[in-house]
Structure formats: structure tokens, C-alpha cells
């Protein structure tokens, strides 16, 4: 992920040119990752870790609702921006630096389709190690049957190397890290100009369209 220097500069105009279909900017998706996270009732009080943080899209939003939060990215440039929106997390650019057993949820938000298949099982037993026992981690990722979604990833820049993960596939995943009772979600299935809609997306979770899936796993 270290290659994400080269688009620290432009990472949200890139994005939010990538999602101009929903009608919505890139913004609207942060704070809906946000709002699951609260919805799910994670404990606010102890230790969280944005695992791929990037530029900070969600670390900022973290850092107003959870008292100590935690940001790691290889990519230096794009945690210096990172670092200027929300000061008051901690950050690592090297991965050896997180503290083990600590945290009670982790984030990994985007991440694991710029992984190698190869290495995925490998990073995710990488987090499950910083987790304490009975810790979450919380996947979000986009869901390649939604056709919308797709096209969103092939225009845009950053997701060039993107490898989308099927949800059974994201699942199986979780399961050969060590990882025990998932529960998965759709999020994310109406654009602006349907939101008229989105009251009705809490009934909609456990459809396969919604633009990406959530997915939770707890720390045995």
C-alpha cells in the first residue's frame, strides 16, 4: 500500500470523481461507515485501530466519537495529510510500532482489495493479532455483484490494482485467519437521487446488492 504516496495530492478528487454517479460526495460514504460503527454499539471508551487509514477520511470522523484511536498506513505522504486532519490520533507508519492484544475494534476500510489474494489471510491474522481477546474487526469493501459499484472502481484512478473480493469470499477469509462469528451486511443502495429511499436500507442488509458489504468478526 505504500504505492498510495503517488496519490496522497489527489486521493479525494479521484474519489469523489469515482463515485459522481451516486450524486453524492465522498464525504456522505465516510459518514456512513461511521454511523454503522455506532449502530453496531462498538465501545467508544476503548482503543480503536484505523488499519489503513490512508489520507484520514475516516480517522477524522473516528476521532469524534472514539476517545482513542489509533492510525496506521505505509504510505507516509498520505498520513502527513492524515496527521493534519485529526491530530488527535495516534500514528504509525510502520506496522511493528501497534501494540498487540490492545485494541478492541479495528477498521479495515478499502483495504483488503489492494492486498494480493495471496497475502490477504496473512494481513488479516496480522490485525487479529493486535486485537485483544474478544476484540471486533470491521470490514468494509466494495461488493462487486452491485454493477454500479464496479464501474466506480474501473474509473477510478487509485483502484487501479483493485482485486474486488466476492463476499463469500471476504468471509472464508476471516474464517482461515481465525476469526469467528461474522456477520455480514449490504450497505449502501440507494444514490441521492433515490434517497427518499434509504429509510428502507435497515430492511435491505441481507440483500447482495447493496453497493458494499460490512463485515464483522470477533476475536476468540
Not at 10 to 18: A, P
Not at 96 to 120: D, I, M, N, Q, Y
Not at 158 to 167: H, R, S, V
Not at 181 to 190: D, K, L, N, P, S
Request: net charge negative; aromatic share 10%; glycine share 8%.
Amino acid at each position: 500500500m505504500g504505492e498510495f504516496d503517488a496519490y496522497a495530492g489527489s486521493y479525494e478528487e479521484d474519489h469523489k470523481s469515482s463515485v459522481a454517479a451516486s450524486g453524492e460526495d465522498p464525504a456522505y460514504f465516510h459518514d456512513y461507515k461511521l454511523g454503522c460503527l455506532t449502530r453496531k454499539g462498538f465501545d467508544t471508551e476503548a482503543p480503536l485501530l484505523d488499519f489503513g487509514c490512508g489520507i484520514g477520511n475516516l480517522t477524522e470522523r473516528f476521532v469524534t466519537r472514539f476517545r482513542d484511536v489509533h492510525a496506521y498506513d505505509p504510505s507516509t505522504k498520505s498520513t502527513d495529510v492524515a496527521k493534519v486532519r485529526a491530530p488527535a490520533a495516534h500514528f504509525h507508519d510502520d506496522a511493528s510500532t501497534l501494540p498487540k492484544e490492545h485494541f478492541a475494534t479495528a477498521v479495515l476500510s478499502g483495504v483488503l482489495h489492494h492486498v494480493a489474494p495471496e497475502g490477504r489471510v496473512g494481513l488479516l491474522r496480522q490485525v487479529r493479532g493486535l486485537l485483544r481477546p474478544g476484540g471486533r474487526l470491521v470490514v468494509f469493501e466494495h461488493n462487486p455483484l452491485n454493477p454500479v459499484t464496479r464501474r466506480a472502481v474501473a474509473a477510478c484512478a487509485f483502484d487501479d490494482d483493485a482485486i474486488l473480493l466476492w463476499p463469500w469470499e471476504a468471509r472464508k477469509l476471516l474464517l482461515e485467519a481465525g476469526f469467528d462469528e461474522i456477520e455480514r451486511e449490504y450497505i449502501v443502495f440507494f444514490p441521492r437521487a433515490l434517497s427518499f429511499l434509504r429509510p428502507l436500507e435497515p430492511s435491505l442488509r441481507g440483500l447482495m446488492l447493496g453497493a458494499q458489504q460490512m463485515l464483522i468478526a470477533t476475536k476468540r
